[in-house]
């Protein structure tokens, strides 16, 4: 083969990748025009937010998550650094949202002690509040939920959701960081949990892995024939709750104060307080004949 044909060889696949980048190009600018109005604005960096949030995490829980060996005298110093390196934030605005949202810290450690004293009491297999917080993936999920609703609260949805989607990566419970959730909180297991934006959850509820918080159906605008967006679709779970393994609970519906919820449930309305949920029980029966066809 000639030096020229390998010249023009070259040429052609320049080309050709020339051609793939000038479409891009223009696919994201047509993106852009649709989601923007007048310039595009700074996306914020997923890396560099979750590198703010396990700041906050180590903040909240030094003795656990800092680095190891410090002293009292040295907690405080460890904390007031490490608040100060996740307020410097990234170029998207992460630091100006922890700096608001860093008064109501206190606030939310009180909530994720709590959601820990909870676990300690609802679970024979936990020896110690340590234990809980070290290596509990319920408890790791609504650490990082309580965050990421605070971010939610604040008006920042994009942050909220990437702390929520790093906590589904790294436990496998999936909180939406608009859910309201109240104190004394606690995921045993947690596996395949599924909680949505709009649901609210009262006090000391307990739920087993693989339940399901979520919309019936999916309305849509009478205008636009798009989805509604903004209105409430899941369920509200009051106080004293306990929603056993494999449950799935569906719609704007309301769990009454006190109820057990049996594994494997499939809800679609309301039951009142005090309710006892489960399947149906099973029964053998045989067919002779052709009986039962």
């Known amino acids: 083969m000639s030096a020229q044909t390998n010249e023009r060889e070259q040429d052609d696949d320049q080309f050709k990748v020339s051609d793939v980048v000038d479409q891009l190009r223009r696919l994201r600018a047509a993106s852009q025009r649709r989601r923007y109005r007048g310039a595009t604005p700074q996306l914020p960096s997923r890396e560099a937010t979750i590198e703010v949030v396990d700041n906050v995490v180590q903040a909240l829980y030094p003795r656990h998550f800092g680095p190891q060996g410090l002293s009292a005298r040295e907690v405080d110093v460890f904390v007031a650094r490490t608040l100060g390196s996740a307020a410097d934030g990234d170029p ?59 971010l939610y609260c604040f008006g920042a949805p994009m942050l909220a959701r990437i702390v929520a989607e790093d906590a589904h990566s790294r436990t496998g419970i999936d909180i939406h960081p608009g859910a309201e959730i109240g104190e004394r909180f606690f995921i045993d297991h947690g596996t395949g949990v599924v909680i949505g934006e709009t649901a609210i959850i009262g006090r000391n509820v307990r739920l087993y892995q693989a339940v399901t918080l979520g919309a019936v159906r999916f309305e849509t605008d009478d205008t636009t024939g798009g989805l509604r967006k903004n209105y409430p679709r899941h369920p509200i779970v009051e106080n004293d709750v306990v929603i056993y393994a494999g449950a799935t609970i569906l719609g704007r519906i309301t769990i009454g104060k006190g109820s057990t919820i049996g594994g494997n449930v499939w809800l679609t309305h309301s039951v009142p307080a005090g309710s006892r949920v489960t399947q149906a029980k099973a029964r053998n029966e045989s067919f002779d004949g052709g009986a039962g066809i």
């Open 92 to 150: 998207a605005n992460a630091g100006e949202i922890v700096v608001e949202f860093a008064a109501s810290l206190p606030t939310v450690r009180a909530l994720v002690d709590a959601d820990v004293r909870a676990g300690l009491e609802g679970d024979p297999s936990a020896a110690s509040v340590d234990e809980i917080i070290f290596s509990f993936p319920g408890v790791a999920a609504i650490l990082r939920h309580r965050i990421a609703h605070r």
